[in-house]
């Protein structure tokens, strides 16, 4: 709500022991943010965004401290807790602004140099003589801890322009900081630091011995490496005067599903076993230097139908590292785009264009994916496309629905034939439409970077949509006619925050009759989760109902049964409204005619609107 300001939020357990927070609202000032008192007036406690302040009994007398850099990244600023001087109890915070500069030295602002006090009363000068040494920044990561055991707390700082950390050495005491020294690569008993880039340092206890260890990694969301970047030196000494040892550069990471960035999870049976497998796309690991492979991940379900097991077969599933060299944020989806059986591969990039892999292996064959077409049909959108396959017009041809980094959900219709897939690449050009279902009321950032999957429900098809930073919309009443407007029928989607960037496949990979979700974030996690939404049976999969009307199955092998009390006749034509057959309530036996696209059209004029029927070779 307010720029370079700190909120407080309180943790509490329930009786199960589920931990939850509130934000915490001051009766001074400005309720929602941290202040100190100045001038009979409150003023912000300031910490840059892209900042970490270091929170930590700086003064030794029990209560939390705050040290932050000031606006411009120059000083680090001491607020000092009276919690306890005026004996208001540990878990308050009332604050003054103790130290404009603590330690005395100063963090140049043209870049990661340190710049040391010749007076401990004294601040060091913020600008070095030598003057512009590079552009100017702001941008710091603090942690405060006793690193020698002389009860006074030093400094490890990070910089926005470093892969480096640093350790201030404070030759005071707890009530004057002094910083006298420093060493430029820490730990330096044991492995600097070393990771691309803007790190952060967290001292705390991660093994439960009752020393606190140390974990440095990337501070920077986008531009920081993302394969071993979680190191973890644990304390060798004590907690008094620790000792850190390198143990682990993947810590944490080594336990979970984890693709370095962006996942975009696929469910596809690659492998033709009757097990769901996981294709994922990722934005790529971040290597030293900005460096960036691009990558597709491949998990193969090695379970049972009931209990899936996923284990990764291939960390570059269809060599992506190469084939989308100098391209980002691969999302695949799976679908039968030529209507030859199998499943096909569509590939979204950043660029908003399209890898499209056939598949020709056959149908119930394991999958062989000819080498990509890209851009396939010069098929552009803008930024960041998600593709998802459904047969939107329900006229036996899949289509395309494609989100993207604005707030757009694009169909491309297929006007091509089975074997012979086609779409005008143009979303703006009839018959496709730039704004399928009418759910965007305009450029609202939290909606930002749709991501489509729709499937099959008892109740009808749905689709869910994975957002920027607005969870995960469900949408109902999914109406043929591109330019209807959707129903909201869930969010967010099953209280399901998984962070940033959220997308999603959709299928019942344990074969129970409900729909599972894979979700995907920016971070390159996964997630899995059960849903409420029973899945359609074979049998009744694309049933339409309009108004009072029902005709299933469809797509039919040879007979509609048409549901109508009110037992009027209807005319079944080809799509150029040529009649062709009379029908009535009850069932109707429509095997003589070709395969192929027909509608049935009500004999009386006030009825419903015409339906498609999809009749099956």
């Not at 942690?143 to 006074?152: H, N, R």
Request: net charge negative; glycine share 10%.
């Amino acid at each position: 709500m307010y720029p370079g300001c700190i909120e407080v939020w309180k943790g509490s357990r329930n009786s199960g022991g589920v931990l939850s927070f509130r934000r915490v609202l001051f009766s001074y000032g400005f309720p929602e943010i941290l202040q100190f008192s100045s001038a009979n007036q409150y003023v912000n406690i300031y910490c840059s965004s892209i900042d970490l302040p270091s929170v930590e009994d700086v003064d030794g007398d029990g209560d939390l401290d705050i040290l932050s850099f000031d606006p411009d990244g120059t000083f680090a600023t001491f607020f000092r807790n009276t919690s306890v001087e005026e004996n208001l109890g540990l878990d308050s915070l009332k604050f003054v602004r103790a130290d404009l500069c603590w330690g005395k030295f100063a963090e140049n602002q043209f870049n990661e140099s340190i710049n040391l006090s010749n007076d401990p009363n004294t601040c060091a000068l913020g600008i070095t003589s030598g003057g512009n040494q590079g552009s100017r920044h702001a941008g710091s990561t603090l942690c405060l801890f006793d690193g020698d055991g002389d009860g006074d707390q030093d400094l490890l700082i990070g910089d926005l322009a470093s892969s480096r950390i640093k350790k201030l050495i404070n030759g005071g005491n707890k009530n004057q900081a002094y910083v006298t020294s420093f060493e430029s690569m820490f730990p330096q008993e044991d492995n600097p630091a070393f990771i691309d880039i803007f790190l952060a340092s967290y001292y705390l206890d991660v093994d439960g011995d009752g020393r606190r260890d140390l974990i440095i990694c990337p501070n920077d969301a986008g531009n920081g490496e993302t394969q071993n970047h979680i190191w973890l030196y644990t304390n060798e000494g004590t907690d008094a005067s620790p000792r850190f040892r390198l143990v682990t550069k993947n810590f944490l990471t080594d336990e979970m599903v984890f693709v370095n960035s962006g996942s975009h999870p696929a469910f596809c049976d690659v492998n033709a076993d009757g097990l769901t497998d996981l294709i994922v796309g990722t934005n790529g690991m971040l290597l030293k230097d900005g460096l960036r492979k691009n990558r597709m991940v491949l998990f193969l379900n090695q379970g049972t139908e009931s209990a899936p097991a996923y284990r990764l077969s291939d960390p570059d599933y269809l060599q992506m590292s190469v084939k989308a060299e100098g391209t980002g944020r691969l999302a695949p989806t799976a679908g039968d785009l030529d209507s030859d059986g199998d499943p096909d591969l569509l590939v979204g990039d950043s660029f908003g264009q399209l890898f499209y892999f056939e598949n020709t292996a056959g149908k119930e064959m394991p999958c062989a994916f000819s080498n990509p077409q890209y851009p396939w049909l010069d098929i552009f959108i803008g930024q960041n496309a998600k593709p998802a396959i459904t047969d939107f017009n329900r006229d036996g041809l899949n289509d395309i629905v494609l989100g993207e980094k604005n707030n757009q959900l694009n169909l491309l219709i297929n006007i091509g034939q089975k074997g012979s897939p086609l779409f005008v690449s143009n979303p703006g050009t009839p018959p496709n439409t730039t704004q399928l279902g009418k759910i965007f009321a305009g450029n609202d950032f939290f909606t930002q970077n749709g991501a489509p999957a729709f499937f099959n429900a008892k109740d009808g098809p749905l689709m869910i949509l994975g957002t920027e930073a607005a969870s995960l919309f469900t949408y109902s009443d999914l109406s043929t006619n591109a330019q209807d407007a959707f129903r909201i029928l869930a969010h967010p989607t099953g209280n399901i925050y998984e962070g940033r960037k959220l997308t999603l496949s959709i299928a019942d990979i344990d074969q129970d009759g409900y729909a599972e979700i894979a979700v995907g974030n920016e971070r390159g996690g996964l997630a899995f989760y059960n849903t409420p939404y029973e899945l359609a049976t074979p049998s009744s999969i694309q049933t339409f109902a309009t108004g009072h009307l029902r005709c299933y199955p469809n797509p039919s092998s040879g007979s509609i049964f048409i549901e109508d009390s009110s037992s009027e006749s209807y005319n079944l034509t080809d799509l150029h409204g040529k009649f062709l057959l009379k029908m009535r309530a009850g069932w109707n036996d429509i095997s003589q005619l070709k395969a192929g696209t027909y509608l049935l059209m009500p004999g009386n004029p006030n009825k419903p609107s015409p339906i498609k029927i999809v009749l099956l070779p």
